[in-house]
């Protein structure tokens, strides 16, 4: 015959169920473990509330200033050239080059490139728009300064002379003469306008500058200093011309090496400097 299971019993003979697993102080521990869990998921909701806040009062300035990210972020520069004569530092003189000045269909590119290579430059004065857009959820800007490179005699190159169709120029906010030991945007009444009035930007604000420069006596290189105030410290940002090189200016001369007037089409044509040539 096959043996048959036997329970243990006790000395009075009663069945003994199984023993439940216990903890040291006599609980369950699977009771120990779900209150354990409730405990770990309020701790980890409660922290991703503050997480959560903190973040998005301060974590995000936080995380841009570890990736190195400047206060403010240039968004856009523009140069008005529009029916305004500029002249060049040098004449053109190597064939491509000549070339590309005065064919009607070329790329507008590479004649671009041919004038920054000749170091153009718009006469006595220039306007320049500038979009700044802050990167943190409070950025002040506390300046902007006109920062000369060069300053030079007045070029004498080339004067590119611009179709014209007469009127004024829109009127601008901000001036900063050049020609001063130290130049800086001024308000109507002479006074240094960041003195008296500083700009605050938040997150993704954008704010837009239109800026004249004037400069009668020299040619100048220069570019723009931004100076922001952020997470209580001051930070510089760079602002240069649109090709990536600096700003130029130039004063008028009395004569020129060459002479090009523009093209209905494109192109500039070689002539003689009087009106018409």
Request: charged share 30%; glycine share 10%; net charge positive.
């Amino acid at each position: 015959m096959g043996r048959a299971r036997r329970s243990k019993r006790t000395s009075a003979g009663r069945d003994v169920a199984p023993e439940r697993q216990q903890d040291g102080e006599g609980r369950p521990k699977g009771l120990v473990g779900w209150l354990a869990g409730i405990v770990s998921a309020v701790i980890l909701a409660a922290f991703g509330v503050v997480f959560t806040e903190w973040y998005n009062t301060h974590g995000s300035d936080t995380v841009e200033r570890v990736r190195g990210t400047a206060a403010i972020t240039v968004g856009h520069v523009k140069v008005d050239y529009s029916e305004r004569d500029t002249v060049l530092r040098e004449p053109v003189t190597e064939p491509d080059d000549r070339a590309v000045m005065i064919a009607t269909h070329a790329d507008e590119q590479r004649r671009q490139d041919v004038l920054a290579r000749h170091r153009r430059a718009l006469i006595d004065h220039m306007d320049v728009t500038v979009v700044l857009t802050g990167n943190r959820s409070s950025a002040r800007i506390v300046g902007i300064e006109p920062r000369v490179l060069a300053r030079k005699p007045v070029s004498r190159g080339a004067r590119l002379i611009a179709i014209t169709g007469g009127g004024e120029t829109d009127t601008v906010q901000l001036a900063a003469d050049l020609d001063r030991p130290a130049p800086r945007f001024t308000t109507a009444k002479g006074a240094a306008y960041f003195k008296e009035k500083q700009i605050d930007l938040k997150r993704d604000e954008p704010v837009t500058f239109t800026l004249r420069f004037m400069g009668k006596k020299a040619y100048y290189e220069f570019e723009l200093r931004v100076t922001v105030l952020a997470d209580g410290r001051t930070e510089q940002v760079t602002v240069k011309a649109p090709d990536g090189g600096p700003f130029r200016l130039t004063g008028k001369a009395s004569r020129y090496q060459a002479y090009y007037r523009e093209l209905p089409h494109g192109g500039w044509r070689p002539c003689d400097g009087r009106r018409p040539c």
